[in-house]
């Protein structure tokens, strides 16, 4: 059986190509919604932020016999992990990620206490797509009322939001990706000056919020992509599927 750690677009994709070839999959993902994007899927789901010694468990109790890892480019400690049960139980470890845009990257940080003292000091509105885990880092902002906030419209990711001390008048629970158009009327609408987002990629909507950004003059600032040195490492998924065949 292959364990497919996923919750992104890219790892619904993976799963049906291999189910395609007649796999037998477990897909783990960390959050709810992660599992809905598959489970209309013939295959095994499990939902919960699972550890080392919970992925060999599961690894002995299911004979995972492959490892393949789709989790979003930021997601490093689980990749670690598998990277680390690979080695453990014997078994091949494959990962897909997402090609990373070229674009020229004026404002990019590798650290995002770095990125946060960058914010502190800029004029004008922000907008935040970074999602909803490390909001909390951004509770004790100086320009805190200049934030807005674009997250999965999820209890979690609103919540979240919430505890951190922003007014629900600064979260935007919107569903992605979406269209430069889009991107523009939002910026347009909340008088943004800035965008931060990720090193996402494509499938992100990474490429729609630049465009839109460079349209109407929006700064950009990027959490760059952290680097981790992964094993048969793949940027398009059939050649993924072709390695794992």
């Known amino acids: 059986m292959i364990l497919l750690a996923g919750g992104t677009k890219d790892s619904r994709m993976i799963a049906e190509k291999l189910l395609e070839d007649n796999h037998r999959i477990i897909v783990t993902t960390a959050t709810e919604y992660g599992g809905q994007l598959i ?26 016999s492959q490892i393949v890892d789709a989790t979003h480019p930021y997601a490093i400690e689980i990749s670690n992990n598998l990277l680390k049960l690979s080695t453990i139980m014997g078994v091949p470890y494959y990962r897909y990620e997402r090609n990373m845009l070229e674009y020229k990257k004026k404002n990019s940080f590798y650290d995002l206490e770095t990125l946060i003292n960058f914010l502190e000091k800029v004029k004008g509105n922000i907008l935040l797509t970074l999602g909803s885990n490390n909001i909390h880092k951004f509770k004790d902002l100086k320009n805190k009322n200049s934030i807005y906030i674009r997250v999965l419209p999820t209890e979690y990711a ?24 889009f991107n523009e009327a939002i910026y347009r609408n909340y008088d943004v000056k800035y965008i931060v987002t990720k090193e996402s990629g494509a499938t992100g909507g990474e490429l729609e919020k630049v465009e839109a950004a460079e349209n109407l003059g929006v700064g950009v600032v990027v959490l760059k992509r952290p680097v981790v040195q992964y094993k048969n490492l793949y940027n398009e998924i059939d050649d993924l599927i072709g390695a794992i065949k």
Do not use: W, Y
Not at 39 to 64: C, R
């Open 158 to 181: 609103v919540k979240k939001c919430e505890d951190a001390g922003f007014r629900p008048s600064q979260i935007l629970g919107l569903q992605g990706p979406f269209s430069t158009t």
């Open 39 to 64: 489970a209309h899927l013939d295959l095994e789901v499990m939902v919960a932020k699972l550890d080392l010694k919970d992925l060999e468990n599961l690894a002995v109790e299911m004979n995972i």
